[in-house]
Each structure stands twice: as C-alpha cells, then as structure tokens.
C-alpha cells in the first residue's frame, strides 16, 4: 500500500497561485468599469450580499464548475463570454482555486485579486451593497 500524501488548503492555493496570473488591487481598480472585463465574486452568498464590487457576478465557489459549464442550463454565460474574469472572493485564497478551476475548464482570459474583497474596501474602494 502507497503511503498517501497530505495536503493542507494553504498547500492547495501555493499550488494554484503558481498556475494562474495575480493581481494587485491597484491593478483591477484601473480594469472596473471595462467592457471586456467580468468581475466574478465567489463568496457564499451570505458573505455576498454585504456587499460586492460594483456589477460583480456572483458564482459562489460551491457551483463554480457547474455555472462554468455551458452544457447545463445553470451555466453563466459571463464565464465563457472571451472577456478578462477577474476573480475575488474574502481574503484570495478561493478566487485562487476557482481561478485554478476555471483555467483547467479551458477559460485562460482569467486572473484573481490579491487580498480579495477585504483588500478592496481597505483601498477605499466603490462597494456596491
């Protein structure tokens, strides 16, 4: 029997982070408001309406595959428009996996936000409620 390896969550976004384009807030700030640009917010929906960067989508984590997919009659059409996904979730950690996620279902236009919604709004940043 093949002794098998643990990995923790932080294991798991060091993994991603090194899969996929970060960048910085400053960095999506000048992309907000662009029109081939998506903001996708993964959050619960509970974290989500607290408040969200303005015209977000929301794709909680726990559907990303799902509403990712264009065969099923959930799936976000915002996901596989060819526009640039910024991702962003609380603190990055999941817009990293999801970024990780969405690039393995053939999605490459995509980044993820450093520090994620908790850095926005410490920037001072538009939130919409």
């Not at 029997?1 to 960095?27: F, K, N």
């Not at 910024?86 to 999605?107: D, P, Q």
Request: aromatic share 6%; glycine share 8%; charged share 25%.
């Amino acid at each position: 029997m093949t002794p098998t390896t643990t990995r923790t969550a932080q294991d798991m976004v060091r993994s991603a982070l090194a899969e996929i384009e970060t960048i910085t807030v400053g960095e999506a700030r000048e992309l907000l408001g662009r029109d081939d640009v998506v903001f996708v917010d993964v959050r619960e929906t509970v974290e989500y309406e607290q408040g969200t960067i303005p015209h977000a989508v929301h794709v909680p984590r726990g559907m990303l595959e799902w509403y990712a997919d264009p065969t099923l009659p959930i799936h976000k059409a915002e996901l596989r428009s060819g526009k640039r996904l910024v991702l962003f979730c609380a603190a990055g950690g999941r817009s990293a996996l999801a970024a990780r996620t969405l690039k393995e279902m053939g999605i490459d236009n995509l980044c993820h936000m450093a520090g994620g919604f908790a850095a926005w709004k410490e920037a001072g940043l538009p939130v919409r409620r």
